[in-house]
């Protein structure tokens, strides 16, 4: 696919055939999360079961909230100031479940289908402290009062999967897949807000929304030669999605400057994709290896509302290339420099019209005219693989047009709201190291580490914006056997603050202990 912002992605399924009955149980708790999964296996002979499942419950967290914010004019003088401090508890509890099954007609036929169900829901609570100033001169005494927001998400997603595989005998590696693929989604979302101390005022939000995506596709590999092979597909993709919102206010005079059209409304978004792909692979001489593709995609996009707004539709067609070259330099040293190119469409969280009150000074909502963008990337590659270490160093630089992120700005005196925006377009250049070693079969340790600049020169509704930053992150693992199926485990994580044309939004981390005890020789 087309679709992501990531280089070249081959993925390789493989029917994995069952034979006799197994399972497996498995559950963690802890400070933070508590985890629990099981997984069935049966086969025998051409048919296959799988069944798994699993759930996710995490403790309720307790944060604290401070934000500042501050207006000033071409002069520097401050217009206003709002400060905001406070706390919050939230939880989440997720689920999943899935069945695969496959059925070998013959040695050349086979079918394959998979059930997915899963879901999550998220609650929060907090309350703010709020104090809201104009200037020193106009409003020497601020404002104080406090709001709380109390909110609630469930979503739930199902999709199934059928595939259809056909070899043929008169030549090994050559394949025939056909395959088919619905998967649908049901959210409910509800946002109280109340502010007590300074123009009372409780705001109450809901949306409703559904829909779902189906996709058809077939793929057709062709061999000839020693190591090479054409590659070529179709594919068609149908998504479909209603959003249903409406938002009631016990004292709209507080917010007549909000259209009740932008309040509540019913939003229809419809996407379909068309691709057609042609791919190769040769192997030349010298040990060299080379990957040669190109894709085309043609999206059609309409939107629609229940009253007020007109519908819309657009449409544009994109030829997305790539090319790999590798040399092995020896039996475990690879040397790759590839171009990808990449689009990104915006998701339904990105265009949604429904309006989120965070409070009478900050509002905000999706961009239902948002473009895709568009990457292009090069990348050089070294890999080398020796008995109990592997490692990998990539360089590249990145080319990103029209990137879409969230952009405040001031609607009305001191209202401020946040959009998505196809704010401009960004240059990077990038490191990216990952590691894994083993030592003396006891411990095994494996990290990660990605280091790329932002930097972007745009102009937004005639105001000219740059912004260069450093972005990183980094991951660290480790598993120490102690003997008699006693394992330690540890994992850390951090992410550097992600950046906007306007700023940078907060850093996240995590670290985690286990011990493991496997029992009966991992029977």
């Not at 929060?124 to 402290?129: A, H, Q, R, V």
């Given at each position: 696919?087309?679709?992501?912002?990531?280089?070249?992605?081959?993925?390789?399924?493989?029917?994995?055939?069952?034979?006799?009955?197994?399972?497996?149980?498995?559950?963690?708790?802890?400070?933070?999360?508590?985890?629990?999964?099981?997984?069935?296996?049966?086969?025998?002979?051409?048919?296959?079961?799988?069944?798994?499942?699993?759930?996710?419950?995490?403790?309720?967290?307790?944060?604290?909230?401070?934000?500042?914010?501050?207006?000033?004019?071409?002069?520097?003088?401050?217009?206003?100031?709002?400060?905001?401090?406070?706390?919050?508890?939230?939880?989440?509890?997720?689920?999943?479940?899935?069945?695969?099954?496959?059925?070998?007609?013959?040695?050349?036929?086979?079918?394959?289908?998979?059930?997915?169900?899963?879901?999550?829901?998220?609650?929060?609570?907090?309350?703010?402290?709020?104090?809201?100033?104009?200037?020193?001169?106009?409003?020497?005494?601020?404002?104080?009062?406090f709001v709380s927001d109390t909110s609630s998400n469930n979503d739930t997603e199902y999709e199934w999967t059928l595939n259809y595989i056909k070899s043929f005998p008169e030549q090994e590696g050559r394949e025939l897949t056909v395959s088919f693929q619905y998967g649908g989604h049901i959210h409910d979302d509800d946002k109280i807000i109340q502010q007590v101390g300074y123009e009372d005022i409780i705001v109450d939000n809901m949306m409703d929304g559904d829909g779902y995506e189906m996709t058809g596709q077939i793929d057709y590999v062709h061999p000839f030669g020693d190591e090479n092979k054409i590659e070529l597909g179709l594919k068609r993709i149908n998504r479909y999605t209603i959003n249903d919102y409406s938002t009631e206010i016990d004292n709209p005079d507080l917010l007549s400057w909000l259209p009740s059209a932008d309040l509540t409304n019913v939003f229809y978004y419809d996407q379909e994709v068309s691709a057609a792909y042609l791919s190769t692979t040769f192997s030349l001489p010298y040990d060299i290896g080379l990957l040669l593709g190109t894709r085309y995609e043609h999206t059609n996009i309409a939107g629609d509302y229940d009253s007020d707004y007109d519908s819309f539709t657009n449409s544009y067609n994109n030829i997305v290339p790539n090319l790999t070259v590798s040399k092995k330099l020896n039996m475990f040293q690879t040397l790759k420099l590839s171009y990808t190119n990449r689009i990104q469409r915006p998701d339904i969280h990105r265009i949604n019209t429904n309006i989120e009150i965070t409070d009478l000074n900050n509002i905000s909502m999706?961009?239902?005219?948002?473009?895709?963008?568009?990457?292009?990337?090069?990348?050089?590659?070294?890999?080398?693989?020796?008995?109990?270490?592997?490692?990998?160093?990539?360089?590249?630089?990145?080319?990103?047009?029209?990137?879409?992120?969230?952009?405040?700005?001031?609607?009305?005196?001191?209202?401020?709201?946040?959009?998505?925006?196809?704010?401009?377009?960004?240059?990077?250049?990038?490191?990216?190291?990952?590691?894994?070693?083993?030592?003396?079969?006891?411990?095994?340790?494996?990290?990660?580490?990605?280091?790329?600049?932002?930097?972007?020169?745009?102009?937004?509704?005639?105001?000219?914006?740059?912004?260069e930053s450093l972005i990183y992150k980094y991951s660290l693992s480790a598993n120490l056997k102690l003997g008699n199926g006693y394992k330690v485990e540890g994992r850390t994580f951090f992410r550097s603050p992600r950046q906007t044309i306007q700023g940078e939004r907060p850093s996240f981390s995590m670290m985690s202990f286990g011990l493991k005890k496997e029992f009966n020789n991992k029977r």
């Open positions: 696919d087309a679709d992501g912002e990531a280089g070249i992605i081959n993925i390789i399924t493989n029917q994995k055939n069952i034979e006799g009955f197994n399972a497996s149980v498995n559950t963690n708790t802890g400070t933070r999360v508590n985890r629990s999964s099981f997984n069935l296996n049966a086969g025998k002979n051409r048919f296959g079961i799988s069944a798994s499942g699993g759930a996710r419950y995490g403790w309720p967290r307790d944060g604290n909230i401070s934000d500042r914010n501050t207006v000033f004019d071409g002069a520097g003088e401050m217009l206003s100031l709002q400060t905001k401090n406070g706390n919050f508890v939230g939880n989440w509890v997720g689920y999943r479940g899935s069945i695969d099954i496959y059925y070998d007609i013959n040695q050349y036929n086979s079918i394959t289908s998979n059930i997915h169900v899963g879901g999550h829901k998220k609650s929060n609570e907090s309350g703010e402290d709020v104090s809201y100033q104009e200037s020193i001169a106009m409003m020497p005494t601020p404002i104080e009062y999706g961009n239902p005219e948002l473009t895709p963008s568009q990457s292009h990337q090069i990348e050089l590659g070294y890999t080398s693989f020796k008995p109990g270490l592997m490692t990998s160093f990539f360089l590249y630089y990145k080319e990103k047009y029209d990137v879409v992120e969230a952009f405040t700005s001031i609607l009305y005196g001191n209202i401020f709201e946040t959009n998505y925006l196809n704010t401009g377009d960004n240059y990077s250049y990038g490191f990216n190291f990952f590691g894994s070693s083993t030592i003396k079969k006891v411990l095994t340790v494996r990290g990660s580490f990605d280091i790329y600049t932002y930097n972007m020169e745009t102009s937004i509704r005639d105001v000219a914006l740059s912004r």
